[in-house]
T-cell receptor, first 114, second 112 residues
Framework: AAGVIQSPRHLIKEKRETATLKCYPIPRHDTVYWYQQGPGQDPQFLISFYEKMQSDKGSIPDRFSAQQFSDYHSELNMSSLELGDSALYFC?????????????FGNGTRLTVT | DQQVKQNSPSLSVQEGRISILNCDYTNSMFDYFLWYKKYPAEGPTFLISISSIKDKNEDGRFTVFLNKSAKHLSLHIVPSQPGDSAVYFCAARNTNAGKSTFGDGTTLTVKP
């Protein structure tokens, strides 16, 4: 079965650079979530989109922005990168942003900021 | 304020025995609870869920129990297998709010 695809798997950037992470949800899933997981920490919710509109916002820095496109894929744009942005970034998708629908996660993008 | 807590960072059990992973939450608006399993270098994988209208949900070797009055849920794995060794995350959400809140995770090691 098709899963959530994230690209790239690994990304190395320098401080103050920008990065773009991409997420392709499971077909027919209309909701995309972005989570950030630091070393030894639980996944922290950043932002979610339902039907191309932002549906929830968590602890996403102002330096970050995201959007969901007409084909439901999503991109997380990160600017003015800081060392503390180094983390594993997970994208997840679900059938709906409401209701009892589990999240299906991609394998993540590991971002290293040097 | 951490709304979902897994107080045991690690758990080690013998193959064939029962593994019990615990999770506590504080937000009474949560009405849907999930367990995810995560292997290194992979994303979390959905394992089992329970709605707040139930107190138990079973799927093969996995059973989740919910005690709403105590705001506590647990995942039972019987019998435990070495392939169950992974990090287990508890998550909770309000089905009207969308986002899921995760606990810190418990690393389960099942010894052969």
């Amino acid at each position: 079965a098709a899963g959530v695809i994230q690209s790239p798997r690994h990304l190395i950037k320098e401080k103050r650079e920008t990065a773009t992470l991409k997420c392709y949800p499971i077909p027919r899933h209309d909701t995309v979530y972005w989570y950030q997981q630091g070393p030894g920490q639980d996944p922290q919710f950043l932002i979610s989109f339902y039907e191309k509109m932002q549906s929830d916002k968590g602890s996403i820095p102002d330096r970050f922005s995201a959007q969901q496109f007409s084909d439901y894929h999503s991109e997380l744009n990160m600017s003015s990168l800081e060392l503390g942005d180094s983390a594993l970034y997970f994208c997840a998708s679900s059938l709906s942003s409401r209701g009892a629908s589990p999240l299906h996660f991609g394998n993540g993008t590991r971002l290293t900021v040097t | 304020d951490q709304q979902v807590k897994q107080n045991s960072p690690s758990l080690s059990v013998q193959e064939g025995r029962i593994s019990i992973l615990n999770c506590d939450y504080t937000n009474s608006m949560f009405d849907y609870f999930l367990w995810y399993k995560k292997y290194p270098a992979e994303g979390p994988t959905f394992l089992i869920s329970i709605s707040s209208i139930k107190d138990k949900n079973e799927d093969g070797r996995f059973t989740v129990f919910l005690n709403k009055s105590a705001k506590h849920l647990s995942l039972h794995i019987v019998p435990s297998q070495p392939g169950d060794s992974a990090v287990y995350f508890c998550a909770a959400r309000n089905t009207n709010a969308g986002k899921s809140t995760f606990g810190d995770g418990t690393t389960l090691t099942v010894k052969p």
